[in-house]
Structure formats: C-alpha cells, structure tokens
C-alpha cells in the first residue's frame, strides 16, 4: 500500500469514527430529549393539579371565612365599648388573623383566575385620583396606628384613563398593603400621579420601609416569593401581592416598576396607557 493510500485509509478510519460517535451522541441526545419531554410534562401535570388544589381550598375557604370576617366586625362595632382590656387586645389579635387570612383567600383566588387566564378586563372611563382618594380612606385606620404619615401629589392637569376600577384597585391595595406593612412606625408614604410624555398615566406609591436589597430586585414580582427581609418583619406571608398587582396592571397594557427609594425604602410606578 502506497504512502497515499495509507493516509487516505487513515482519513476513511478517522471520518468513520467521528460518524460514530455523532450517532451515538446523536442517540443520546434522542433519549435526553425524550427524558426532557417526559420531565415537563410530568412538570405540568403536577402543575395544574396544584393549581385545581389551590383553586378548590381557596374557594372552600371563601364562604366561612367572610363569615368570621363579617362576626368580627360586627363584635368589635357592638362590644369593644364594654370589653376590658386585655379582651379587647384579643378580639382585635383575633380580627387581625381573621383579615390575613381573608386576604390571603382573595388573593389566591385572584392567582387562580390569572393562572386560568381567566381575568377579564372591563375599561370605563375612570379617575385614578379619586380611586387613589377612596384607597387612602380605606387605610387611614392603619395609618393612625402606624403613625404612618401619607403625603399626596396629584397631577394638576387630572385625566380620565380607561381602565378597570376594580382590577385596578386590586393591584394599588396590594402596594399600599406592601407600603404600609414594612413601613416602620412613625415612616411617610407618598402618593403621586402624573401622566409623562409617552401618554401614560403613572401611579406613584413610595414609602421609607425596609426596601430591597440590589441583588433581590429582579425577583420581587415573581410568584410566591419572599425575600429575607421581608419575611423578618412579616413572617405570614407567602409573596403573591406583587405578582397579582403586576399581572392586574399587565392585563391593562401597563407595567409596574421598583426603585430603591434613597436613602431607605421602596417605589413603586404603574404605568397605564391612556
């Protein structure tokens, strides 16, 4: 055999056992993608009978707790004049629970219609000032007990903007809730609405809290999550408020923001299109 037909030989073996080995990695490759495809559809069906489970619990929880919701209302209106003390301390521990966990229903029930894209959107023409007005009133009592002083800036040139009054009131709850809850006794939240040169009308909550670490802020709007600042000042809570506010205002067209708020705190801006 000739010296060319040596290195011709050499070239044929080394081309046949790279054809090998691509069949084999081929192969592989085959059966990793077939394993894949198994793992994710295990991976969904694990995932929508968690969110059947999700759905059924909190639609059981509903009834009974507005229920308890309701009778503590009624008993902190008709007795705390003649409760001792330290009964009334217990009623309002009591009434406390009673809300954490009505909110905790309202919101799982709210993931479970987003997750089912079940989450219709009705625009009216609407003002995000006078939404923003009621949701205040609407937490003035926590403030008083906090101390909390808010600070309101509304644009001077108000608009009506189409959006859902009620969707939209649900995402604002959720911030105030986040505002109000890390917050220290004695802190300021500020409100604020302007409409900047994109036509968007923009919803601004800030408040002189605990705030975000740098490294943690990509991942405050993800589902059921809880940084570890967070979870030191409110250990109850299981991190869906931002997630629901964040797809309210996505179904809308909009988006919300975080900053850091200097020199401590959080803000955040929702952007509607007008």
Known sequence: MTDKETQLQAEVDQLQETITGLESTSKMLVRRDIDLRRAY???????????????????????????????MTALQKNLSASLKEDQSDLLERAADSVERIFNLTEDLLELNRIDFGDTP????????????ESIVEDHRPQFEKRSITVEKNYASNPKAVAFDPVKVR????????????????????????SYNSNDELQIRIGDTGIGVAKDLEDKIFQKFTRLGNAEAVDPNGI????????????????????????????????????
């Open 170 to 193: 649900d995402a604002i709850d959720n911030l105030f809730d986040n505002a109000i809850k890390y917050t220290p006794i004695g802190g300021e939240i500020k409100v604020a609405t």
């Open 41 to 71: 559809d295990n991976l969904k069906l694990l995932d929508r009978e968690k969110t059947e489970f999700v759905s059924i619990a909190a639609h059981q929880l509903r009834t009974p707790v507005t229920t308890a919701r309701w009778a």
């Open 121 to 132: 959107i009705h625009p009216v023409p609407s003002s995000a000032e006078k939404l923003l």
């Open 239 to 274: 991190g869906l408020g931002l997630y629901v506010a964040k797809s309210l205002i996505e179904k809308h067209g909009g988006s919300i923001i975080y900053t850091h708020n200097q020199p401590h705190g959080s803000i955040f801006t929702v952007n509607i299109p007008c």
